[in-house]
């Protein structure tokens, strides 16, 4: 499955989607937007996601930004996204707020709307503010489509995205495997792909490409890598990584594996299952900051993905991550995790990458006594 090629096909999938069904596109920004709702609606949710263009825009509207907000606002201008009949913002960070600002303001015919989900997902009045939240959003999306969202729809729409999640994560398991059969940069793009595609449509795919991986011979073992930091929208890193021998075999990354890490629980509130999904996912550093309780789960990660080290990746002007980095050195370091910092922009700067890159792989190596098996000593 040419997974790349379908992350890079986004814009056309979406609009084939559009004039297949008649339904409505929906754009949002982070991964604590429900989904669900908008599904139970008859809408197509696609995550809006950065790419490498020239951009002669962002800066009129939008002054030293991040590179991911910079280039919504580019490919907004460039008319990209102009199939998107409405966006949600979820309040995720100031900057994509300002991006959301930017559309709202220059494209009335626009639908908008903007749920608050609390910065502090573990106080006990997070819950019952959200399933608030969810309820006006409810009403929202009905009065977009004409279409009452009922208990089935809800139902329904659960049920797909469950299935979805169960997949991935039946498909992150076989990333575990010593000799796993899956490179690094195949299941970035295999993840960038179903945050814009239908979700009911991707499940079909995702059956059969776990059928394949289960034909798969294992890979040989290599230097094993994590990636944490700033959102992503390509697998550039994944591929250079793996063209020095190594591979990236989980991340921690808001659209990454951290999209799909947990899932909703069935009650006869739907709402409230909803909400108590979005909230208890893998706390993402957008709403980590009273908690820490991401710390754990980057380090459970590393654990149970035997990670030989770790990249912490952040994108320059990155607040949310500039913030949360501290509190993950920290841990990394307490635990004696070897990482590695670095910052990016638009692009990967290569020749630059590529040198650091190697120089902590070749530094890893030592330690690595299971690459050759236990019982034979390893000569560097
Ligand atoms: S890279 Fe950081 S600052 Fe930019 S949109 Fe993502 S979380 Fe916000």
Not at 273 to 294: C, E, F, K, T, V
Not at 297 to 323: R, W
């Amino acid at each position: 499955m040419n997974f790349k090629q379908l992350a890079e096909n986004r814009h056309e999938y979406a609009k084939a989607w559009k004039a297949r069904t008649g339904g409505q596109v929906l754009g949002y920004y982070d991964p604590y937007f429900p989904e669900e709702l908008a599904y139970a609606a008859g809408m197509l949710p696609v995550r809006i996601l950065a790419r490498h263009e020239p951009d002669d825009v962002s800066t009129k509207w939008i002054y030293a930004s991040c590179y991911p907000v910079r280039d919504y606002v580019n490919q907004f201008f460039n008319g990209r996204y102009g199939y998107l009949d409405g966006i949600v913002d979820t309040g995720g960070c100031e900057w994509v707020y300002n991006a959301f600002e930017v559309a709202m303001n220059t494209t009335p015919s626009l639908k908008t709307h903007y749920i608050f989900i609390p910065r502090y997902p573990n106080a006990p009045t997070s819950p019952g503010l959200v399933v608030s939240e969810l309820k006006t959003m409810k009403k929202v999306f009905e009065e977009w489509t004409g279409r009452e969202i009922t208990d089935e729809s809800l139902d329904h729409a659960i049920e797909v995205y469950n299935k979805n999640r169960l997949l991935l994560m039946r498909i992150s398991e076989l990333r575990r495997a010593y000799e796993t059969p899956l490179f690094g940069s195949e299941a970035m793009q295999m993840l960038l792909a179903d945050q814009v595609m239908d979700k009911a449509e991707m499940n079909a795919i995702l059956e059969s490409f776990l059928a394949e991986l289960q034909e798969r011979p294992p890979r040989e073992d290599r230097v094993r890598l994590m990636i944490i930091g700033s959102e992503t929208w390509d697998a550039e890193l994944e591929e250079l990584v793996e063209s020095l021998g190594a591979n990236v075999v989980i991340d921690e990354l808001d659209n990454g594996t951290s999209y799909f890490w947990n899932t909703i629980y069935e009650q006869k509130d739907r709402l409230l299952a909803i909400a108590l999904r979005y909230l208890g996912r893998p706390h993402s550093a957008l709403r980590d900051n009273n908690w820490r309780r991401r710390s754990q789960h980057v380090f459970e990660l590393a654990e149970d993905y035997m990670a030989d080290g770790v990249l912490i990746v952040k994108q320059i002007y990155c607040v949310i991550h500039g913030t949360d980095n501290y509190a993950m050195w920290k841990l990394l370091r307490e635990r004696n995790i070897p990482y590695h910092f670095f910052e990016r922009d638009t692009s990967l700067p290569e020749d630059e990458t590529r040198q650091r890159l190697e120089s902590f792989i070749n530094m890893l190596k030592p330690g690595l006594v299971r690459l050759r098996g236990w019982h034979e000593p390893l000569v560097i």
